[in-house]
């Protein structure tokens, strides 16, 4: 398979994000997180295993998985892919239409014809570069919100998905918190008075409202920062612990061995052959 490695559209003079999977090269895994944009990963090569509340999904070649607005998801690529991943911010359908807080599309990892070839478009147009070519990006990128209003949205919320949606939403402001900070030393303590929860309060919704508990979506943080740091700097496996918030480089080791099976060194090894 021919699998190309560059990033597509992280373009700040359009309103979302088109970009290749970071686990194309396989041997990686993504583990749950959630956020406010709506995502729609898109398997042109290879395949990835797909989890949202932990349901699986396999996607295959044609197929796609359309992610809501603080859902919780996971991702497992095993084996080389080639992924497209579209990001769009849940503020532009505010923009157009009421009650977008509550918007959500169903799920589906079938082919949708449309829509594949709306993201093929936006993709090719962008790497062509031909004259016009934000323009001819936007107008498809319009049509495939209006494909997903018009197709996909469910019209019917109950309100339980929509009180777990607004208690995400809350928890989305501590963990850009966590996101930006976790070099730091962040207690559950701390962290929960910062925002004026109490500790058992907060471990409580992150266990209840994202199905992982505090301390090891901090680890798992930590622990993928140190992934991007291994493959794109030639930093030492101790100074990247340290770096990611670790107390020292056998606590990453640990870490990092039990999410990718071996240890830092013998993947940097591993990558270089």
């Not at 021919?2 to 088109?18: A, C, I, Q, T």
């Not at 209003?149 to 208690?167: A, F, H, P, S």
Request: hydrophobic share 40%; aromatic share 12%.
């Amino acid at each position: 398979m021919d699998f190309r490695h560059e990033l597509v559209l992280p373009n700040e003079d359009l309103p979302f994000r088109l970009f290749v999977f970071e686990g194309k090269d396989g041997s990686y895994k993504v583990t749950k997180h959630w956020h406010r944009s709506i995502e729609i990963f898109l398997v042109l090569e290879g395949g990835i295993d797909f989890y949202i509340n932990s349901q699986l999904s396999r996607l295959m070649p044609g197929e796609f998985m359309l992610v809501n607005s603080n859902e919780v998801h996971s991702i497992d690529s095993p084996d080389p892919n080639y992924t497209l991943v579209l990001q769009i911010p849940r503020g532009l359908f505010e923009n157009y239409m009421k009650d977008a807080d509550a918007l959500l599309f169903r799920r589906s990892c079938q082919s949708d014809a449309e829509l594949v070839a709306l993201i093929r478009r936006m993709q090719e147009a962008y790497e062509g570069r031909q004259a016009g070519y934000l323009l001819h990006i936007l107008s498809d990128f319009y049509k495939l919100m209006y494909l997903l209003v018009t197709d996909y949205r469910m019209l019917e919320v109950d309100e339980e998905r929509r009180k777990q949606n607004r208690n995400l939403d809350r928890l989305s402001k501590i963990t850009s918190y966590i996101q930006v900070n976790y070099r730091e030393n962040l207690t559950l303590e701390g962290v929960a008075h910062i925002f004026g929860f109490s500790p058992a309060y907060l471990s409580k919704m992150f266990q209840k409202y994202a199905g992982i508990n505090y301390k090891a979506y901090l680890l798992d943080l930590r622990t993928e920062a140190g992934y991007r740091l291994l493959m794109n700097t030639e930093l030492a496996v101790g100074e990247i612990a340290l770096e990611c918030g670790f107390p020292d480089s056998r606590s990453f080791a640990k870490a990092f061995r039990r999410r990718y099976g071996m240890t830092p060194a013998e993947y940097r090894k591993k990558r270089v052959k």
